[in-house]
């Protein structure tokens, strides 16, 4: 049985302030034990102190991006022994904003990757099409791409301490969601590129989807069966919207 995830990527937005006000309202909405697993994602600057203020919750904190290597001379860049360093459970690598804006190629997001997973940190891969990917029938031989890159240099066995997301590009901040099918679809690729290799692993993976998940379609989408949770921008910076979402998450 996969226990379902909700991490909130909380992008370049926040203050200490609005963070302060966020992660109070989360923890007076959420139950004790959540059925699904909840994880935040602020900015490098705020995870220590959105840390602090989750400590003694069942919330869980991610970090966004992370440097492939591993220590030295990197003006700028934070490694993923610091993200454990600071509390970080989870670490969001390959999200479409990176690769496309900051032109991070397959080869450089796993090394990503497995810089994460070495230091402790349970990797969120993401995944996904662009509009004229998916128009020209190439989504699956796209999300097989990304994915086999990790797979090539980590292994198939790396699968069982990571989560994969789901995220078509066109889906992300753009009020457009995946169909539930659409999203079943792909999730349905992805576990079984991953049974090619290793079923038990598979069945086990974690899955989610990304892309304009809100309270409104959260629970059609969640409810397919290879969907195991979300990954959430827009939605995860309001306590409300979140809150729904989370309770959406069901197991499966
Ligand atoms: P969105 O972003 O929920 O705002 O579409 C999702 C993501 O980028 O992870």
Request: some cysteine; proline content about 4%.
């Amino acid at each position: 049985m996969r226990r379902p995830f909700v991490a909130g990527n909380w992008k370049m937005h926040g203050s200490r302030a609005e963070n302060a006000q966020l992660i109070e309202a989360l923890l007076l909405g959420l139950p004790a034990q959540p059925v699904a697993e909840i994880a935040v994602c602020p900015p490098f600057v705020y995870l220590w102190e959105v840390g602090r203020l989750l400590k003694s919750s069942s919330v869980v904190l991610g970090a966004q991006t992370v440097c492939a290597e591993p220590l030295g001379a990197f003006t700028g860049e934070v490694c993923a022994a610091m993200l454990k360093d600071v509390g970080c459970s989870y670490l969001i690598v390959g999200h479409s904003e990176r690769r496309g804006i900051y032109k991070e190629d397959d080869a450089l997001v796993a090394r990503k990757f497995m810089s994460g997973q070495s230091a402790g940190l349970i990797p969120i891969l993401c995944v996904g099409e662009t509009l004229d990917e998916r128009d020209s029938g190439a989504t699956t031989a796209i999300v097989s791409r990304q994915l086999n890159a990790v797979l090539d240099l980590a292994g198939v066995g790396a699968f069982a301490n990571a989560v994969v997301a789901y995220e078509p590009v066109w889906a992300i901040g753009t009020g457009k969601n995946a169909t539930p099918q659409q999203a079943q679809e792909v999730h349905a690729h992805i576990r079984s590129a991953i049974a090619a290799r290793d079923a038990k692993i598979a069945a086990d993976l974690r899955i989610l989807y990304g892309g304009s998940v809100k309270a409104a379609n959260a629970r059609e989408i969640f409810s397919m069966p290879d969907v195991d949770g979300g990954l959430i921008g827009g939605a995860s910076l309001k306590a409300d919207e979140f809150l729904k979402i989370c309770a959406a998450a069901q197991v499966h």
